[in-house]
């Protein structure tokens, strides 16, 4: 294999000749040969770069080169993590996030109880979710920063505590100023406990198998909102006083703190043995690094605000609408509901392991996004068995999660990956609460019961307005990835072999 040209003096040339096997394939389309696989960039021209050296082989039909900078000297000599090894590192932190999203998802099978016991009307029971999201507009652009800045494991630690004081809190009163106070806690908490993990998921899975690491600890994600949503039915004898089920979700917020601890171990030991990807870099970083993401990180953000602004907000009135409008038991609604991530525990491994292999992950998230249009008018206006409608919302939630957090790392520098996540949860969780309050005053307006099921119709047309949003901004995502800005999430493929 022939070798173009160096640069490197004598000493350079020894380090790289010892990590070799690191090379990166550099697409063969001029629009993509300035991309590496986490956003380190090298020239068009591969042996020469702005000032600094490169190091590049030809090789039939592609390009192979490696830059100085992709592997840091210091750890150029260490293994890379065993598989068995990435996955309990896995493990811990799928433990942390369980509980955290469980705290999420314990206010949907609630509300009926608070409605009956409390008297909450659907604005106040909206608020309880809509505080959960609302600090984090801000907080979550902080909390990407800190993680940048101290790292995961600590951030995984404050994140994991401040949850279980949090759902604490929520636990301690009727009054809706004190559990709005700890769903506040709570939400800033859990949402920065997921943001930490997915760099911690980067940092782990950045040679391969990323989207599929992704999906697994987002099953353990999905495994807490179904424990949630189907509590009615293991706790049934809980769901006799409003307090109870909150007492269980104390329970669950202990999971938070045992899950950092176990990753705070395993990633220590793993950091002084293994080669691992560098997400945190310790230095400032400006509102010019934060907003100065590229079209394709944009889209990916307006496509999380839809997306995610038809599942969250209908998990919250979910269980009402069908026990109200379809006249089923609550225990029936909580499993109809539970369906949506029951499936996404199951198939957003399927769904990552797929695009690792295949790339075309703006088309997987594009059809994602078809699947929930129909979904809310089925339930408004047909008689069609609602397990049909809620399998199909189920299937896209597991689809376009699976793609969209692991894209982030093709679209952003590995460096700006807790920025970049801080970011879009933070547009996410604005869209969360101007949705979730919307859909709660509408239910209000027009008198949504089980005397006047009509009431819920206007709500399921917001809900298909913005499952119909949700599909153009996939589609302008296409467009931008197959274009001459593409960043390769239709084409990088990362399955390790």
């Known amino acids: 294999m022939p070798k173009i040209e160096h640069r490197f003096d004598d000493a350079t040339l020894a380090r790289e000749e010892r990590v070799q096997k690191r090379i990166v394939d550099v697409f063969e389309d001029p629009a993509r040969q300035g991309l590496l696989y986490a956003g380190t960039k090298i020239c068009a021209n591969p042996a020469r770069r702005g000032g600094e050296c490169c190091h590049a082989w030809s090789h039939p039909g592609r390009i192979v080169a490696m830059t100085e900078n992709l592997v840091p000297p210091e750890v150029a000599a260490k293994p890379e993590p065993s598989r068995w090894y990435r996955w309990i590192v896995l493990l811990g932190m799928s433990v942390a996030v369980y509980g955290s999203y469980y705290s999420f998802d314990y206010i949907g099978p609630l509300a009926p109880l608070l409605s009956r016991q409390l008297h909450f009307s659907d ?98 994600c999905r495994l807490g909102s179904f424990s949630a949503q189907v509590s009615p039915t293991w706790a049934a004898g809980a769901y ?11 329970g669950f917020g202990v999971f938070c703190i045992i ?23 310790g230095g400032k970083v400006s509102l010019r690094d934060v907003f100065g993401f590229g079209r394709s990180f944009w889209l990916i953000a307006a496509l999380c605000v839809t997306f995610y602004g038809c ?44 695009v690792d292999r295949y790339g075309r992950r703006s088309l997987f998230m594009m059809y994602g ?68 309050l919307t859909i709660g005053w509408s239910n209000d307006h027009w008198l949504a019961s089980a005397v006047n099921p009509a009431g819920y119709r206007p ?23 197959t274009g001459p800005h593409a960043r390769g999430l239709e084409t990088i493929t990362t399955e390790r072999q």
């Open 311 to 354: 599942i969250f907000p209908f998990q919250t009135f979910g269980q009402k609408l069908l026990i109200e409008s379809r006249h089923v038991s609550p225990q029936t609604a909580s499993l109809l509901v539970g369906m949506e991530p029951l499936f996404s525990m199951i198939g957003m491994p399927l769904f990552g392991y797929l």
């Open 459 to 481: 709500s399921m047309w917001i809900f298909s307005m913005i499952a119909l949003a949700a599909v153009a901004f996939a589609y302008l995502l296409r467009r931008v990835e």
């Open 369 to 436: 996004s078809l699947l929930i249009v129909p979904v809310f008018l089925m339930l408004a206006y047909t008689n069609i068995p609602p397990v049909i409608p809620m399998a199909m919302m189920g299937v896209a939630f597991a689809l376009v999660p699976a793609v969209m957090w692991p894209a982030l790392a093709y679209v952003v520098d590995r460096s700006r990956l807790g920025s970049a996540n801080g970011m879009l949860d933070a547009v996410q969780q604005l869209g969360l609460v101007v949705i979730n």
């Open 240 to 250: 006799v006083y409003w307090q109870w089920p909150l007492l269980i979700g104390v």
């Open 123 to 220: 604005s106040q029971i909206g608020l309880l979710q809509a505080v959960y999201s609302f600090p984090n507009i801000v907080t979550m652009l902080v909390c990407g920063v800190v993680i940048d800045r101290i790292g995961t494991r600590k951030s995984m630690l404050i994140f994991g505590s401040m949850v279980f004081v949090g759902l604490a809190v929520t636990a301690l009163s009727p009054s809706i100023a004190v559990m709005a106070t700890g769903r506040l806690l709570v939400g800033t908490g859990a949402e920065a406990l997921a943001l930490a993990s997915n760099v911690a998921i980067a940092r782990w899975f950045w040679r391969g198998e990323l989207s599929l690491g992704f999906g697994i600890r987002s099953s353990f």
């Open 259 to 281: 899950g950092a601890i176990l990753y705070w171990v395993l990633d220590s030991r793993g950091e002084k043995r293994f080669e691992l990807g560098h997400v945190a870099h």
